[in-house]
């Protein structure tokens, strides 16, 4: 089987086999049907892949990763909070990803700026600076000043990006279809919900108006902070391929000194925006996916903005609540119950093993006590997610996702303050976090009052019913508790072999007591009624042993394709 190239489909298949290969996945190659001649003379199968937890393995594959291209370098930045998947070695090089490439020219700006909007550009800003403040895979950034005398920041979106992404796509898509289907590796990880979730996040970040909305929403947020500040959108310069939104003046976070912070007090900075990321994550179910210390910026007026909201992830309330239980379980030293949590949360594959995971998370736990106010909220998830990679147990995205942005977080704060510790702010925001939680909106206070009056109207017919029943003799209790239906077919097929065995000894019994009889009628000198009797023996029991040999195998089969889809 041969994946169906054409056209430019030939190189990008030929970058993702050299890639697999030379990183130790040649495996997927075959199996998915890749051509083994596309693959370059250099790259030898059977080189030490992803587990042999090298810094120089690691290092080179994030510097394939940049050389492949934009979707590569946002598909490793995803991998980068994996860290069920792939050994810290490579976690920490994918987070070193830099996705920073050529400026393109301004003249193209100008056109997709115009083009967009829908104006010229001197009749939309009074300046517009042709050199751009940054330049990224996916867009680069300007500064400007409209009209109305407000500065602001314009990101234009990369030309012939959306072409580039969408056929990278494809190939990553065809590629994971075939390595899930005809690969223990795909069927055991699943690339193709990896790759969903990716899709969708880089989706986000392709259209400009969903970080729009994002920096609205986050900017309501953070109306309650004294110290926060998120850059508010102009609507009416916004597409889906330039965002302009307001020019924040300050310095990232990393930029400022030991000396430049002597001259500000920083802990009421790190407790509110610490605050703020805990109730955004674990009460409204939103998630700024990358919060590391570059996304942050130390305003004039001592404040910390919030920048580059591309990245946000939804947290579902399911998850709010076991992260909450989590955060709770570990700050009271409770390693079994931060197991039967994490279990829970989880997706346990065939390889997983209950008792060294309870075992090894309660020592990870009991361990993490004993840091005391040393604690790293984000570094613990980050361990726990881990941990259920080595046991078996897949983790949902999402913890990763919270365990790596508070990770950042951590940093953040501990470059401002390094006095700071995550573990006491956590302890003294469980309250708010609680009251976030058990709060009900006015939607699920009319769904549950629709619910309730339905349960009520119906209840006297049903129970009129269930009594009606037990009064006649006729109320039935069903079980679930087996497949009855192929409970019996196995014992009907034990039965079978069983009374098909005894019928044939009981022939051969009989057949060895008629050689003594007296016949003329012989085949091969013996009687040939007993002769007869035993060939009809012979053949049944033949027929009897490939009749068990190929039913048992079919249901071998089925059995293992069963759990296969399970996991």
Request: net charge negative.
């Amino acid at each position: 089987m041969k994946l169906p190239l054409g056209g430019g489909d030939a190189g990008r298949y030929a970058d993702l086999a050299r890639l697999l290969v030379k990183h130790g996945r040649g495996d997927l190659v075959s199996g998915a049907g890749l051509d083994e001649f596309l693959v370059e003379e250099g790259a030898v199968e059977g080189e030490a892949g992803l587990d042999d937890g090298s810094e120089a393995r690691a290092q080179a594959l994030t510097a394939d990763l940049e050389r492949m291209g934009p979707t590569y370098v946002k598909l490793g930045q995803l991998l980068s909070t994996r860290y069920d998947l792939l050994p810290p070695v490579y976690t920490t090089a994918l987070q070193r990803l830099q996705d920073s490439v050529e400026e393109f020219p301004f003249e193209q700006v100008k056109e997709i700026v115009e083009s967009e909007i829908g104006a010229q550009l001197r009749h939309l800003f009074t300046s517009f600076d042709e050199e751009p403040i940054g330049s990224a895979s996916i867009g680069q950034v300007h500064r400007a000043v409209t009209r109305s005398g407000r500065e602001v920041v314009v990101k234009v979106q990369r030309p012939g990006i959306r072409e580039t992404v969408r056929d990278d796509m494809e190939a990553l898509t065809r590629l994971t279809e075939l390595a899930d289907k005809h690969t223990d590796l795909g069927r055991r990880y699943g690339f193709g919900r990896l790759l969903a979730h990716f899709r969708r996040s880089l989706a986000g970040e392709l259209d400009y108006r969903r970080e729009a909305a994002n920096l609205v929403r986050f900017g309501e947020l953070a109306a309650a902070y004294e110290h926060l500040v998120v850059p508010q959108p102009l609507p009416d310069y916004c597409t889906s391929r330039v965002l302009t939104m307001d020019y924040v003046p300050g310095k990232k976070v990393t930029d400022v000194t030991k000396l430049g912070l002597t001259s500000i007090d920083a802990r009421p900075l790190v407790e509110e925006l610490f605050r703020f990321y805990l109730h955004t994550i674990l009460v409204e179910g939103v998630l700024h996916a990358d919060p590391h210390p570059g996304n942050i910026l130390l305003t004039d007026d001592s404040r910390l903005a919030l920048l580059d909201l591309g990245m946000v992830a939804t947290v579902s309330p399911r998850i709010q609540d076991r992260i909450v239980k989590l955060l709770l379980a570990i700050s009271d030293g409770d390693g079994e119950e931060a197991a039967l949590v994490l279990a829970g949360m989880g997706h346990p594959l065939d390889t997983y093993d209950a008792a060294a995971f309870r075992d090894d998370v309660s020592h990870l736990v009991s361990s993490t006590v004993a840091m005391g106010s040393d604690l790293q909220a984000g570094g613990v998830l980050v361990e726990l997610s881990r941990l259920s990679g080595v046991h078996g147990l897949r983790p949902p995205a999402e913890m990763s996702m919270v365990g790596k942005a508070l990770l950042n977080l951590d940093q953040a704060t501990v470059h401002l303050d390094p006095s700071f510790a995550p573990a006491e702010a956590i302890r003294a925001n469980v309250a708010d976090i609680m009251r976030g939680g058990l709060a009900v909106s006015a939607g699920g206070v009319i769904a549950s009052a629709i619910e309730a009056k339905e349960f009520a109207s119906q209840l006297p017919r049903r129970a009129n019913r269930i009594m009606d029943a037990l009064a006649d003799g006729e109320l039935t209790f069903r079980v679930n508790a087996i497949d009855e239906e192929r409970a019996l077919v196995v014992a009907q097929r034990l039965v079978n072999r069983v009374t098909i065995g005894i019928v044939l000894a009981a022939t051969i019994v009989g057949a060895a007591l008629m050689m003594q009889v007296p016949t003329t009628a012989k085949i091969l000198d013996y009687p040939a009624i007993a002769m007869v009797f035993f060939v009809i023996a012979a053949i049944g029991g033949a027929a009897l042993v490939i009749w068990v040999a190929l039913t048992d195998r079919k249901v071998a089969r089925e059995s293992r394709d069963g759990r296969r889809r399970k996991a």
